[in-house]
């Protein structure tokens, strides 16, 4: 790839990150007028993003806002101490350095051969909403992105037996804070690709990646042999959770089943096995299809 072409791909992948985080923020109320941001840095590629994208984000907004990086030093073995400090102070924001030996105490309760991921989350999640509180922080900002979205809607579904996924914004569980993920539409490749360009100093998770039995490695594997075979699956997976039509669900919480009746008119969202396909709709209402006078309205609500 010439530089040209080089310089151009990377313009265009910096301006689709920054829409799409812009837009996840706007849809989703995630910032507003004087707000102190704590964004979790963890040394990953996701959070660098995230922070990045977020600084930038600050300059063209037409509110104030302040941003405040906190990463958490679990003392895992090895973990390189001054990497985050140094790369904070060259971007001159202000920063800190949280340390709590999580490490420790997930190696000595997990049996060998288990995941650890469940409970080094809650401890990491309890000890940041302090340093939250301590910082009077209004948004906990985290760097979960598209795919983990997904993923977690997946595992949730074939392991947990519920439709859950991690919400875009949400109150913490002890509900004192607000929990935001800007990264909510981009893809993972996408940021992969920006923290490469960007040469972010990449810390790698000895807890999370010395683990070969995770389920949500399976998934991610999975999401990616349909995007491979059937291009745009995943796409319109993560556009459903945004068009939920709980009176086509299951869940008597949601809808009250107990009380239909027949209502005596045609219903927009009356029994239909599968959503209208357009095509065969404009073959039903196109005179030389042969059976004109017909509408796919009336032909539906006949199959009743």
């Known amino acids: ?4 072409k080089l310089a151009y791909e990377r313009n265009k992948l910096h301006k689709r990150l920054l829409r799409l985080t812009g837009q996840a ?3 989703y109320s995630m910032i507003g007028p004087g707000e102190r941001v704590m964004v979790c840095l963890s040394g990953g590629k996701d959070s660098y993003g995230l922070l990045d994208l977020l600084l930038t984000l600050r300059e063209r907004a037409p509110i104030d806002f302040e941003i ?10 090895g973990f390189p101490e001054q990497v985050l400090p140094d790369y904070l102070r060259q971007l001159e924001i202000p920063f800190r350095i949280e340390e709590q030996d999580t490490y420790s105490i997930v190696k000595r309760v997990i049996p060998e051969g288990q995941t650890m991921c469940s409970l ?41 037996g519920k439709l859950k996924s991690m919400p875009p914004k949400l109150v913490s569980d002890d509900g004192r804070h607000v929990v935001i993920r800007p990264l909510a539409y981009v893809k993972e490749s996408d940021l992969s690709a920006y923290a490469d360009w960007r040469e972010f100093p990449i810390i790698p998770c000895t807890l999370c990646g010395s683990q070969s039995n995770l389920k949500r490695a399976e998934v991610k594997q999975l999401m990616r042999e349909w995007e491979k075979r059937f291009p745009g699956r995943v796409d319109n997976i993560f556009s459903s959770l945004t068009r939920v039509i709980p009176s086509h669900l299951l869940d008597r919480n949601l809808h009250d089943f107990a009380s239909i009746e027949p209502s005596g008119r045609p219903e927009p969202d009356g029994d239909v096995g599968f959503d209208p396909d357009p095509l065969l709709a ?17 032909l539906r609500m006949e199959k009743q």
């Open 120 to 160: 080094c989350s809650r401890l990491r999640r309890g000890i940041l909403y302090r340093v939250a509180d301590e910082l009077g922080a209004t948004r906990i900002a985290l760097g979960h992105h598209r795919d983990d979205i997904l993923e977690t809607f997946f595992l949730n579904m074939f392991f947990g």
């Open 68 to 77: 405040i990086a906190v990463n958490l030093d679990q003392k895992q073995p």
């Open 282 to 298: 404009t073959a039903l209402e196109t005179p030389t299809s042969g059976i004109s006078g017909i509408t796919f309205t009336n």
């Open 25 to 27: 923020i706007a849809d």
């Open 1 to 4: 790839m010439t530089p040209e």
